[in-house]
Every structure is written in C-alpha cells, then in structure tokens.
C-alpha cells in the first residue's frame, strides 16, 4: 500500500492513542493533535510524526494546524475525528452550561475539523474521514441522554457526508465503538453533571455507580480497533457505518427490533396522516 497521512484529533491517550501507535507500526505518517503537545511526547522522536497543540473548538487554530501538518507532508489522506469527551447526568440534571461545552468539542470541534481537511481531499479527490461516534450514537441510555445526542449529531453529519462526499472519491465513516478498556471513565475524560437530582437515583444513579465499576473492566480491546480501523482504511468499498464490539452489535439488533415491533403496531395511525 501506499504510505498515507494521517491526521487524528485527541491522539494523546485513550483510542487516539492507539490507532496514532498502528497508524505508526503500519509505516504510514502522522499528524498527531492534542489540548496540550507536551502529552504526545511518546511519538515526538518518530520522523514520520508531526504533533501539535489544538484545541479544536478554535477554528483558527484548526485551519493552522491543517495547513502546518499540509506544509510538512503535502497531503492528509485520513481524518480521524476521535477528539471528544463523556457527559454523565440526567437531562434534568445537566445546565445549559454543560450542555453547549460537550457540544463545542464533540460536534462544532468535530465539523471545524472537517470543513479544513476537506478541501485538500477534493483538489485530490481522494482521502476517507473516519468520525468516532459510540454505542450510545445509535441507542441512547439512561444518564447518557446529552452525550448521546452529540453522537446522534455525529451519525447525522456522516451520513449526510457519506453522499456528499462519494461522488468525489472521498470515503466517510462513522465508528460506532460500545466500551472499551481506555481511560474514558475516568474524569479527564468524563465529566460529570454538578447537580443531581434524589428523584433520579433509581435510574441516573445506578448508571453512575455502573461506569464507576465498569471502569477498566470494559470488554473492547483499543488496540483490537485501532487494527480494525487500519483494516477499515483498506478496503476497497469502505461501509458507512462501522460497529465495534460485540455489545454495540447487541445494542443494534435490540433497536433495530423494537422499531419494528413500535412500527408495525402504530403503522395505521402513521398511514392515516397522508392527504386522500
């Protein structure tokens, strides 16, 4: 294969971090971003790496780092949209606040991204953007409900993208990982909501105490994906969506199941609405 370049947001810990090591192992470049460069210090004595600071809500400092990483390697071939963080609360519980700072960096850092990556894959006409969306971008849960619905945004701009972008030889993906041993539990990763509510502890509650015990204990391996993902970029028909992990896989079947149970018994009433 040809060498590529790589362009991946949050690559300091976590997924990033993986898939930055396989981009690496694979003998392909790497523009490797970060809140805070010092954090990529393990890819700094690499040739085949440029890493830089960005925060990603700064659309400025966005189009810099696209153009300074354009500057050292002549092109981006695949855009890994990984940068983001978790919001643990109920939709009562969670300010406007907290609300607008998940979205600034999940889905307004996402599209700040895109829109300076794509111009150089059009002039080409070719390159893939891969965004990582979650389990909880195809089926939202309780005490996840605000996080999930950047996610639900993720999936929306990436189906939009995948048609767009087609007829000009650019791939767009959407990962759809369920939990996997990182660091997301932790709180440079997650945040959560400063008010909760007693009324909701039998639902918002248990999930709180659940991600506390499910820390490290997750059943997705990173580097299992961070491989697949290598896979994903190599293939000559690459899907729209990819699920990862078999308890994303369990999560599909469910919905899929219970929207067709819901449609099939409401479908009358939903005919009924059209002009006769």
């Known amino acids: 294969m040809t060498q590529r370049t790589w362009f991946i947001t949050g690559a300091s810990r976590g997924i990033g971090a993986e898939i930055a090591l396989a981009v690496l192992a694979n003998g392909d470049q790497l523009i490797a971003t970060a809140r805070n460069k010092t954090d990529l210090h393990q890819f700094e004595s690499n040739p085949n790496v440029l890493t830089l600071s960005l925060d990603i809500t700064d659309e400025a400092q966005v189009k810099a780092a696209v153009a300074e990483g354009l500057e050292r390697f002549g092109q981006i071939d695949v855009l890994v949209n990984n940068a983001g963080f978790g919001l643990l609360g109920g939709i009562e519980e969670t300010s406007a606040t907290e609300v607008e700072k998940v979205y600034r960096t999940n889905v307004f850092g996402l599209l700040n991204v895109t829109r300076a990556v794509l111009p150089g894959m059009r002039q080409r006409r070719r390159g893939h953007i891969i965004n990582l969306s979650s389990i909880g971008g ?56 400063a008010i909760e509510i007693s009324d909701y502890a039998d639902t ?43 308890d994303t896989l369990q999560v599909i079947a469910a919905k899929n199941a219970y929207v067709e149970q819901e449609t099939a018994q409401w479908r009358a009433l939903a005919e009924s609405t059209d002009y006769r």
Do not use: M
Not at 140 to 165: P, Q
């Open 204 to 246: 918002v509650g248990k999930i709180r105490h659940h991600a506390s015990e499910l820390n490290y204990q997750q059943p997705g391996d990173p580097t299992k994906l961070a491989q697949a993902l290598l896979e994903l970029v190599n293939a000559d028909n690459p899907p729209l969506r990819l699920p990862l992990g078999t």
């Open 138 to 193: 195809y089926r939202s849960s309780v005490g996840w409900g605000i996080y999930c619905s950047t996610k639900f945004a993720v999936e929306g701009i990436t189906e939009a993208l995948h048609d767009e972008l087609a007829p000009l030889g650019i791939h767009a993906t959407v990962v759809e990982p369920g939990y996997f041993r990182t660091n997301f539990l932790d709180g440079s990763s997650l945040q959560r909501t």
